[in-house]
């Protein structure tokens, strides 16, 4: 696949200072997925199934000239060209809703305490004692989303309208079919009452919430 990546030219900071915001370049179809953690994104990416490079490749090959491809087999792109010629796009999740997901993804996936609580995980895990986040699937969505005080992105979709969201999507991928592989909280009334968000928050944990974050609460238009 020579010459189908890419380095983002002067825009480092989507890959070495985004907080952990995964990105996916489409070279190919010129466009650039801003991929936060806990939004769909294995099933969006099993849709999509077309090749692409991921935010580790940039990192290594801007940082040690190395990753999937050499570094002289990348081209360069100057923030001009990935602002004016690519589509770039993200799906963003009620930050509430998110947060409650990242908390449950913890326990199965980095062994944290088996039993601890939602309020325990807010409380004490999610940033440090400098408010720095503690891990990419639970920090800011808009982090590495913004260049000269303005979204980047040219389409914002909404992991509670996924299907809807994605009917849009699609088409910039020369995509007309269903999503299929949809995660069921965006398309099962029962199982949305059943998992609802909202009985894990006190008023307590909507304020610490509502503060860390703020940005993405604000940026997004969502509330509790």
């Not at 589509?87 to 199965?108: C, G, Q, T």
């Not at 088409?171 to 009334?189: C, E, M, W, Y």
Request: hydrophobic share 35%.
């Amino acid at each position: 696949m020579l010459g189908n990546y890419c380095i983002i030219k002067n825009f480092k900071n989507m890959a070495d200072n985004s907080g952990g915001m995964a990105l996916r370049v489409f070279f190919n179809k010129k466009i650039i997925w801003f991929k936060p953690s806990r939004t769909a994104g294995s099933s969006l990416t099993r849709e999509i199934s077309t090749n692409y490079i991921h935010e580790w490749d940039i990192k290594k090959c801007i940082d040690e000239n190395i990753g999937h491809q050499h570094v002289n087999l990348f081209t360069k792109l100057t923030d001009e060209e990935i602002i004016n010629n690519y589509w770039k796009f993200i799906i963003v999740r009620n930050p509430f809703d998110r947060l409650v997901s990242a908390w449950k993804w913890s326990i199965r996936a980095l062994n944290m305490e088996k039993n601890i609580s939602f309020e325990k995980f807010v409380k004490s895990k999610i940033v440090d004692k400098d408010n720095n986040f503690t891990n990419p699937h639970w920090s800011l969505q808009i982090t590495g989303g913004e260049y000269k005080g303005k979204m980047l992105y040219d389409y914002i979709g909404r992991f509670e309208d996924l299907p809807e969201s994605w009917n849009y999507i699609s088409r910039a991928f020369g995509k007309t079919a269903s999503l299929h592989t949809i995660v069921n909280q965006t398309t099962d009334p029962k199982f949305k009452e059943k998992d609802s968000y909202k009985k894990h928050y006190t008023d307590e944990l909507i304020e610490i919430t509502s503060k860390i974050y703020k940005k993405d609460l604000e940026a997004f238009n969502y509330e509790f």
